[in-house]
Every structure is written in C-alpha cells, then in structure tokens.
C-alpha cells in the first residue's frame, strides 16, 4: 500500500500523523502483464515520473535509457525559484532561461556567478534573499533534525534521511550550517542547492539494479522498487520512496515539527514545503481544552 495524503496534528507531546486511505498499487499491478506494469506504475503518481519509469523497467528487466537527470533538474529549479519563494512571502524568481548562460545549463546561475561557495557568507546570485529569509525566521537549533542514517537497505522503512541534503551532507558549505545552526531549514535548502550542483555536474551517480532490487535517484532522494514476475505477469511489489522515510515515527519532518521556534507553530507549512514530501500533507493543531 501507498501513502496517498496524510494530515499531521501538532500537540503538546509532539506531532501525531494520520495518514489518508492508503492508495492499493498492489493490487493494480499484480497479475498484469510485464510491459504494461512497466508503462502504468509511473502513471499512477504526478511526480518524479521518469525516475519511476527508470525503476520500474529495470526491476522487470526491461531496456532502461531513459535519464532521470533533467527531471531532478527541473524540479529542484521549480522548488528554488518558485515554490519555496512562495511559501515563504517572497517573490518568485525567473526560471533561468537557456540565453541566460548560452554555453552552460541556464540553471547553473542559481549558483551565483562563482558557483556554490563552501561558505554561506560567499554565496552569490538570485537566491541569497530566500537564505538570508531563512537564517532570520529560523534561529540556530530551530526545526532541525537529529543526524539520521542514510537507509540501511534499499527497502528498507522508518527514520532514514533519504533527500536531496541527505545526499549532499558531506559538502563543505552543509558541514558548516550543521555546525552553526544544525540541521534545519538552512541545511536543507543549501542541500537542494548542492544537489542541483552535483546533477549538474553529473555526480549523483546513475540507476543500479542490485539483487533484483531497482534503485533510482530522484528530486527528493533515491527511490526503490522491486517487482517479481512469472510468466509474464507481475506477481509481487514493494516500493520505498524518500517520502516514506520523511514521516515515519521520528523522520525528519516530525522531529523538525517538533522544534518549531516558541510560539511560531505557523511556520508549519514552511517546513513542510521544505521537506518536500509527494504527497499532500494537511497541518493543523490541537484545540485548547
């Protein structure tokens, strides 16, 4: 089963998460035939679709040439210049165009003119507004998160930091955030950022088919999936997205949640724009007795 929307409640022992009636990509799969499994499970979710794709056709064994590289590309610029702008009152940036950098990716200049510094003090171009935001709104030790593993196995559940930060937390410039302020939001939108740098530059590695395990990277971390088959038909599933290791019991949305500054419970949305997860996530809180 898949999560399909979650509504997490913010109350004085934490946050509790309910999750929605979850979505039975078992049982829509199972028993089809392999090419169509192959060209339906992508369809069944908005995002990350090429990285779904990729996946999907190598659990099966299928030829795999698609390249989820331009598709992490898109959204974490998408996220950078528009979403998390938004969502924390500031304008929207121009989505570089390619005259912009004619013989480099236009994404590139989200970077800053000398690319991305090692410390936050150097960081240049369109987006020091929305660090500066940041650093103000979120005090150090603010909304952050213990420094959980990367996930022990591929499908591994529970609380595992599988992001875009995660993928980038030995980079000089997140070192020193985590030093100065933990691992906050200004950790993890320095991440995307970093992981906008390595994609890139190609250096967040391609998609592995190990054990007949399919693991793929993706906007929001690396995806997982693995699809048994006989006679041509799907026989079992098991998928394990970045999103599940958000918000499992003590993920890192809901330690973030749980340190919120005091008194700025309305924060809570920002945070969760921050983490990103692909599914929507309702946040509320208890009513005073």
């Known amino acids: 089963m898949t999560l399909s929307a979650v509504t997490l409640t913010l109350g004085p022992k934490g946050p509790t998460l309910v999750s929605a009636p979850r979505m039975p990509v078992e049982d829509m799969v199972i028993g089809r035939p ?18 779904q794709t990729v996946a999907a056709k190598l659990a099966l064994g299928l030829p795999a040439t698609e390249d989820p590289m331009p598709e992490i590309i898109r959204d974490h610029v998408l996220k950078l210049c528009i979403t998390l702008p938004h969502a924390f009152g500031l304008p929207a940036l121009a989505v ?8 480099r990716h236009p994404a590139a200049m989200l970077l800053g003119p000398g690319g991305l510094p090692d ?15 940041l650093a103000r709104t979120f005090p150090p030790g603010a909304a952050t998160t213990t420094p959980l593993p990367a996930p022990l196995h591929p499908l591994v559940g529970g609380a595992f930091e599988n992001s875009a930060a995660g993928r980038q937390a030995d980079h000089p410039l997140l070192r020193r955030i985590e030093s100065s302020h933990g691992r ?13 740098d390595a994609a890139l530059a190609g250096r967040l590695g391609g998609a592995e088919l190990v054990d007949g395990i399919a693991t793929v ?21 098991i998928r394990r997205t970045p999103t599940d290791h958000i918000l499992a019991p003590g993920g890192a949305l809901r330690q973030s949640l ?8 309305d924060l809570a949305q920002q945070v969760v724009a921050l983490h990103d ?10 009513e005073d007795a």
């Open 258 to 265: 749980a340190r919120l500054p005091d008194g700025r419970r």
């Open 119 to 133: 410390d936050l003090d150097d960081l240049r171009g369109p987006l020091v507004p929305l660090f500066q935001h």
């Open 184 to 196: 906050g939001p200004l950790w993890r939108l320095a991440g995307l950022l970093a992981d906008l």
């Open 34 to 51: 392999v090419a169509e499994v192959a060209e339906l499970l992508p369809r069944l979710f908005n995002l990350c679709r090429m990285a």
């Open 96 to 103: 570089p165009e390619p005259q912009l950098l004619p013989h």
């Open 217 to 237: 990277p993706a906007a929001r971390g690396t995806y997982a999936l693995r699809l048994t088959q006989s006679g041509g038909l799907v026989t079992g599933l």
């Open 277 to 286: 997860p692909c599914v929507p996530v309702t946040v509320r809180e208890v």
